[in-house]
């Protein structure tokens, strides 16, 4: 057998298909430190037994060599402890298309040569791995069925887990006092009670419908979790356009130390806001942040377009009247007559009629054309 557990027996029996049997000599080496030298191994077809304690690949070699030459065989052993159970880590809640981490923890720890099947929602395809975890996505909302099967060539055990993917969801990430990380033994049974725990008592305390709260305690120290708020209804416009009223709540019972539960001992376990500062926040995507950002910035747009506008009827119009008081100006200092020039001026940008007299505007500075020129300029820009 190439595949056995510790302590079984093993039985190697070495073969010589051409050559001189009674002067080959044989040297053995299991793999583990033992090795021997056999005289007329194969005449007597006597077998080998050896017993293989620790877990491991085992590189079992014979070479064999007489008078006319050598030869090798070789083969691997794998020595492995059947699998007595596999657990699958992942996080209930997770956000569509947002990148999740599955775990699978085997027992016993030790097991090596692990080949790990990964079964994803209705998928008939299972994903390989030689590691313990793998990266994934889920591209639809709903309850999600994650399935992993851990083999070796003694055994197979799998855990399946369910995951619930929203597009809108809160996470408010929370913290413990210092004395849970004494009794906190860092697996995962012991993590899923105390999230348990921790659900229960703050819905009682806030009110908040227990099933639309999760909390996940993560692994290793110091003792940490998050608190999941989850979406009352499937009506992702309406939620996005309101405050939801239960963060608030549960901010100000934590805010409070009104949550804490009692460990073995008698000793008392505050549950806090990780930062106090923070709030909360929500899980990222939510198509009601994106619409309004998308509505203020083409109110935005709007807005400087009209100002622009604006501006830009009023601009024209004042160099214009600068340019009849300069005509004005020249006309009172010289004697010159500018009736070519102020009839261009004149023509150039219809605000009197085309039959007035360009001799006119030529006259003294109190004439009633041009003063009518510029009542015609001031009422066209106001």
């Given at each position: 057998?190439?595949?056995?557990?510790?302590?079984?027996?093993?039985?190697?029996?070495?073969?010589?298909?051409?050559?001189?049997?009674?002067?080959?000599?044989?040297?053995?080496?299991?793999?583990?430190?033992?090795?021997?030298?056999?005289?007329?191994?194969?005449?007597?077809?006597?077998?080998?037994?050896?017993?293989?304690?620790?877990?491991?690949?085992?590189?079992?070699?014979?070479?064999?060599?007489?008078?006319?030459?050598?030869?090798?065989?070789?083969?691997?052993?794998?020595?492995?402890?059947?699998?007595?159970?596999?657990?699958?880590?992942?996080?209930?809640?997770?956000?569509?298309?947002?990148?999740?981490?599955?775990?699978?923890?085997?027992?016993?720890?030790?097991?090596?040569?692990?080949?790990?099947?990964?079964?994803?929602?209705d998928s008939m395809?299972?994903?390989?791995?030689?590691?313990?975890?793998?990266?994934?996505?889920?591209?639809?909302?709903?309850?999600?069925?994650?399935?992993?099967?851990?083999?070796?060539?003694?055994?197979?055990?799998?855990?399946?887990?369910?995951?619930?993917?929203?597009?809108?969801?809160?996470?408010?990430?929370?913290?413990?006092?210092?004395?849970?990380?004494?009794?906190?033994?860092?697996?995962?049974?012991?993590?899923?009670?105390?999230?348990?725990?921790?659900?229960?008592?703050?819905?009682?305390?806030?009110?908040?419908?227990?099933?639309?709260?999760?909390?996940?305690?993560?692994?290793?120290?110091?003792?940490?979790?998050?608190?999941?708020?989850?979406?009352?209804?499937?009506?992702?416009?309406?939620?996005?356009?309101?405050?939801?009223?239960?963060?608030?709540?549960?901010?100000?019972?934590?805010?409070?130390?009104?949550?804490?539960?009692v460990i073995r001992?008698?000793?008392?376990?505050?549950?806090?806001?990780?930062?106090?500062?923070?709030?909360?926040?929500?899980?990222?995507?939510?198509?009601?942040?994106?619409?309004?950002?998308?509505?203020?910035?083409?109110?935005?747009?709007?807005?400087?377009?009209?100002?622009?506008?604006?501006?830009?009827?009023?601009?024209?119009?004042?160099?214009?009247?600068?340019?009849?008081?300069?005509?004005?100006?020249?006309?009172?200092?010289?004697?010159?007559?500018?009736?070519?020039?102020t009839q261009q001026?004149?023509?150039?940008?219809?605000?009197?009629?085309?039959?007035?007299?360009?001799?006119?505007?030529?006259?003294?500075?109190?004439?009633?054309?041009?003063?009518?020129?510029?009542?015609?300029?001031?009422?066209?820009?106001?």
């Amino acid at each position: 057998m190439l595949a056995v557990a510790p302590g079984d027996d093993i039985t190697f029996t070495v073969h010589q298909e051409q050559g001189d049997t009674s002067s080959t000599k044989y040297q053995v080496d299991l793999g583990d430190g033992v090795r021997a030298i056999y005289q007329n191994l194969t005449v007597t077809d006597e077998p080998i037994q050896h017993r293989y304690e620790n877990p491991g690949i085992y590189k079992v070699k014979v070479k064999a060599e007489n008078m006319a030459g050598h030869d090798e065989a070789t083969m691997y052993i794998q020595v492995t402890a059947p699998l007595q159970e596999v657990h699958l880590e992942v996080v209930p809640i997770a956000g569509r298309n947002h990148e999740v981490n599955l775990t699978a923890t085997v027992l016993p720890s030790e097991a090596n040569l692990t080949v790990f099947y990964w079964w994803i929602g209705d998928s008939m395809q299972p994903i390989l791995t030689l590691q313990n975890n793998l990266l994934t996505r889920f591209p639809g909302t709903g309850r999600v069925s994650v399935t992993v099967q851990a083999t070796n060539s003694r055994s197979m055990v799998q855990d399946t887990r369910t995951v619930r993917v929203y597009d809108n969801f809160q996470v408010i990430p929370l913290s413990f006092s210092r004395n849970l990380d004494r009794f906190n033994p860092n697996i995962p049974e012991w993590r899923d009670d105390i999230g348990q725990v921790v659900t229960k008592i703050l819905a009682k305390i806030t009110g908040v419908p227990q099933n639309s709260l999760v909390t996940v305690v993560k692994p290793g120290l110091p003792t940490t979790a998050n608190l999941y708020v989850l979406p009352l209804d499937t009506k992702p416009a309406k939620r996005s356009l309101f405050v939801d009223k239960r963060i608030p709540a549960i901010i100000q019972v934590f805010n409070d130390n009104n949550v804490s539960f009692v460990i073995r001992g008698g000793l008392q376990v505050l549950v806090m806001l990780a930062d106090p500062n923070a709030g909360y926040h929500g899980a990222a995507g939510s198509a009601g942040v994106w619409t309004l950002a998308v509505i203020f910035l083409i109110g935005l747009i709007a807005t400087g377009a009209f100002i622009l506008y604006k501006f830009k009827r009023k601009l024209p119009c004042t160099h214009n009247y600068a340019q009849m008081h300069s005509v004005k100006e020249q006309e009172m200092i010289s004697p010159v007559n500018h009736s070519e020039d102020t009839q261009q001026i004149i023509q150039g940008e219809e605000y009197i009629d085309d039959d007035l007299d360009s001799q006119t505007l030529g006259n003294a500075g109190g004439s009633p054309a041009f003063r009518s020129l510029i009542r015609t300029t001031t009422n066209h820009c106001y």
